[in-house]
């Protein structure tokens, strides 16, 4: 499956005035620039798409951000120039899968996981989020999803519909991820949301 | 590399974490290394608590081959449970959406994770390495209930690891059950020891714990410790987990080595 090239061909046509979550991409193929959007031009990129790791870990107040999509992405950094291929590298892990769902959803190839499949596969501590109410559930997305969270969430309730036009690249959400299913445990077991165990 | 792989992908999985932002630093690192040496395609990491999530990983790769190498200290749960049923295998080799999906052997089960360990006990003391033949090195797992199999892997590493003949002694030693490595004073007499975790990551438990229950710190985060330790007359190195090792990337190649020479086994069986 291409999902590389059709991201790429968006991003040329885009004229390199692209957004990308808490992200704007300028440049031209091998001259990619990776910027905050809340920073001007004025930060050094630096060229080693590896230090995005650096960039995701923690956010501005120095707390570790086990989110990705939480929009607490720190400004103050800018990575670049970097070619076609580190591009990918740095937002595969900026926005783990983003360039992915949104070549699939836009080809209609994207697989919607309601959430009733997601808390019926899980096992072990996590087999208990199977038993979660529609109302438990709907506080854990208000609490955790629409609180926290950039991505916009394909699966019920209150799911959304993408917009595809323009230079804003969506960040999708197909299917509930474990932090999520972890506040799910979490509100059943009458624990705050946060209540994380690894 | 027994097969070319220059077409092929390579997925990492992970534990990661939600509350320690460096437990997947030591899985990005075997990447990279395996990155650099321009091996596969594509090589990508995930995880069961961070993103990319093992149920999401495959939709990034574009390679239709793809290697999944658990970096897993042995089987259990993880291995034999979550990655398969998330990441949808049906077996060793499973046919996704017309791709094939070659499941691999977890690091820590691999025979040469012996060289590593030896490795790791080598460069620990370094210079100032003590006499091997007064040295006794421990193997130190958590040791619970719930996975018998890393106790049972440890106890098959220090078997290999007495076979060399390379210190006067070698013992396995844990977190939670006998023999616990709190007492490692009483469990050998000789006057150097080395203590190796057999973990992923520098998690709570390797780099929190057992300092404390070996008696080298009170608390790591505000006292650190001493590499060696003196303790009634005897010198104690402490080690960083196994998992941080960078032969662990040479460990990992020859995990995806194993599954072709496994799969060619079996279709030369079927032909
Ligand atoms: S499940 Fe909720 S918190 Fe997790 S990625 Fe999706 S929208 Fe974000």
Redesign the pocket.
Known sequence: MKINEPFLQWLREAGGAAVLGQLRISGKPGEWIIRHCDDGDEVVPDPHWRVAREWVKVAADGTYRP?K?EGNLAPGRALGPLDDRELLEALNVIYPTTVANGVLFRSGALRITPFAETAGRQTGMYRIVGTITPEQLDEV?AG??ER??????LWEPRAKVPELEGTAWPLL?P???N??VAACRAKIKGQPLTATED | MIRDHRNDALVLAGHGSTLNADSSLPTYRHGDAIRDRGIFAEVHEAFWKE?PHFRDVLRQVESERIYVVPNFISEGYFTEQVIPRELGLTGKVSRLDGREVIYCDPVGIHPSMTGVLLERAASVTGEAAPDPAATALFIVGHGTSLNQNSVKIIYEQVELIGQTGRYAECQAAFMEQEPLVSKWAELTKQPNVIVVPFFIADGLHSYEDIPVLLGITENVREHGFRNPTERGGRKLWYATAIGTEPMIADVILALVDRADENQRTVSSMAA
């Not at chain 1, 926290?148 to 969430?153: N, V, Y």
Request: include cysteine; aromatic fraction near 0%; hydrophobic fraction near 40%.
């Open positions: 989110l999509g997305v955790v999803c926290r969270c950039l991505k916009q969430r959400c299917e509930a991820c932090l999520m | 993103e």
